[in-house]
């Protein structure tokens, strides 16, 4: 079907500002947060209401033409760039949270409503949503979902699988399916759980119930301040081996503390090798005890510091520096690139020496901000794009450090997900055995795989005509 006549019936569904076909505007969808590759859509549509995805995914089918589903377009992987995908379905404007449970701690939201608004929504009742990617303010639980997303307090609350009770599926035919829902441990197989991680490739997901949590009674957060990385990195394991479960324990390196510092002016020492961001919550009963015991992990490892938060305001300021980390790294270079990686937690030490012998060897800067205590690491390579030649290398770098990272028993993504960006390297981790299973699951939802195609999956495995996206930074 012709470009016009389709993106006409798709006006006839969401009314005519529902649908972008000018180029200048389609260029704002050609990335998510993964620049390395652009390619922007004909068409991008933007439903107001499930029912409104579901007829547009239902002319979509009859037309024969796949999509790509987008939640804010804050993704790591390229998981939103159109490959062979000429229409972008946005569910950014399903931004309803249609019912709020209190009694029994779940709510039932809009894909497109943003991860921390939820917990704004609940927070008098004293609940919250506990995934809180650093990106809460912006990314969306559709997305969260697609990726099965992590974020810093997942160390003790578990990542968005563990918080999601059912979700409603428009499939590549336009069917809406319900899978699981609000009751918990349903019987017959986790279709919910096969569906969150899924990065797209089932179908759009048009709505969530999320499970909601109590707000922590009280709550200690501490910066402790250490010379090198591997002093910081040998506490985060002796903190974990005492049996010690914090609510969050991150990490940033000396890179990114001068950035941050830089942005935000919190005071933060600029001259540490590492400083460990810890958080306690639960009962206030024994929370100073387990404090303590932290505090004296972090001397046996030679801390050179320890800052507790003595209110609200020092807490925020301190989730500020960590969670704006990456935004503040756009200080110190045109384009990075967030890596996303996984080790035993044991083996932290190993693959951040690792980075900065790769950082060395491949002439680049490359700073460390992330989830310590789960051993997910997110190296930042810092480049200019217009520079093929430092592109080729953050490249070859950030391949190098997955390579390490399964090397040393880890993954190649602990919740940045696959998208294009890792497909090269899903091998490492899967026989092509396995990764035909995994199409075979994909093609119960949607067997001529339509959405989302050509992500996770490596195209000789899907035996299809392999072609790089329409526009790539030329290497
Ligand atoms: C500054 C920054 C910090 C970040 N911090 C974290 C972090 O701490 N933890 C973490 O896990 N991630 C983090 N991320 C990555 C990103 O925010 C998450 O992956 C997030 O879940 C993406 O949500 P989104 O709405 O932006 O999705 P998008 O980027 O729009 O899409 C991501 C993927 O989900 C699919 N998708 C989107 N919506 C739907 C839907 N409704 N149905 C089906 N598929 C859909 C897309 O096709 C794509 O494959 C960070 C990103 C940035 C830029």
Not at 24 to 53: F, H, K
Not at 197 to 204: A, Q, R, V, Y
Not at 403 to 409: K, T
């Amino acid at each position: 079907m012709h470009t016009g006549a389709l993106a006409s019936a798709l006006r006839d569904i969401v009314g005519s500002d529902g649908v972008i076909d000018h180029p200048d505007a389609l260029s704002v969808y050609d990335c998510d947060g993964y620049t390395l590759e652009r390619s922007a859509p004909d068409l991008v549509v933007l439903p107001r209401t499930p029912a409104e995805v579901a007829a547009v995914v239902c002319r979509l089918w009859t037309a024969g033409v796949p999509f790509v589903p987008r939640g804010a377009g804050t993704g790591l992987s390229g998981g939103t760039l159109p490959v062979h995908a000429p229409v972008m379905v946005c569910t950014s404007r399903l931004t309803a949270i249609e019912a709020v449970d209190v009694r029994n701690r779940r709510a039932r939201v809009q894909a497109g409503v943003i991860n921390a608004s939820i917990t704004r929504a609940v927070e008098r009742h004293g609940l919250l949503y506990a995934p809180d990617p650093s990106s809460q303010p912006a990314c969306t639980i559709g997305g969260n979902v697609a990726e099965n997303s992590g974020g810093p307090h997942t160390l003790k609350y578990g990542v968005t699988t563990n918080h999601v009770l059912g979700v409603e599926l428009v499939l590549s035919s336009g069917q809406i399916v319900e899978l699981g829902g609000p009751v918990e441990d349903r019987l017959g197989y986790d279709l919910t759980g096969i569906v969150v991680g899924s990065e797209g490739t089932l179908g759009i997901v048009t709505r969530a119930w999320v499970r909601l949590v109590r707000a922590p009674q009280a709550v200690r957060t501490l910066l402790a301040v250490f010379e090198t990385v591997e002093a910081a990195s040998e506490a985060v394991s002796a903190i974990i081996g005492a049996g010690l479960v914090p609510a969050a324990l991150e990490m940033m390196d000396r890179l990114i503390i001068t950035a941050v510092e830089e942005a935000f002016h919190v005071g933060l020492p600029t001259d540490a090798g590492a400083v460990l961001l810890v958080e306690l919550d639960g009962p206030s009963a024994g929370l100073d005890d387990e404090l303590a015991r932290v505090t004296a992990i972090c001397r046996r490892r030679g801390v050179r510091e320890v800052r507790v938060a003595r209110d609200d305001a020092e807490r925020a300021a301190l989730w500020k520096c960590r969670k704006r980390a990456f935004g503040a790294v756009g200080r110190l270079a045109r384009n990075y690139c967030t890596q996303d990686g996984v080790v035993p937690r044991t083996r932290v030490p190993d693959i951040l020496r690792t980075i900065t012998g790769v950082a060395e060897r491949y002439r680049l800067r490359i700073g460390n901000v992330f989830h310590a205590g789960d051993g997910n690491i997110h190296p930042i390579l810092l480049f200019d794009e217009r520079d093929h030649d430092e592109v080729a290398r953050v490249l070859a770098a950030g391949k190098e450090i997955l390579e390490a990272c399964v090397a040393l028993g880890g993954s190649v993504t602990g919740e940045h997900g696959i998208g294009v960006e890792k497909i090269a390297q899903m091998p490492l981790l899967f026989s092509p055995d396995d990764l035909r299973e995994m199409l075979r699951v994909r093609a119960v939802f949607d067997p001529d795989r339509r959405a989302n195609p050509h992500k996770i999956f490596p195209d000789a495995l899907v035996c299809v005509e392999a072609r790089a996206p329409r526009r790539q930074v030329p290497l």
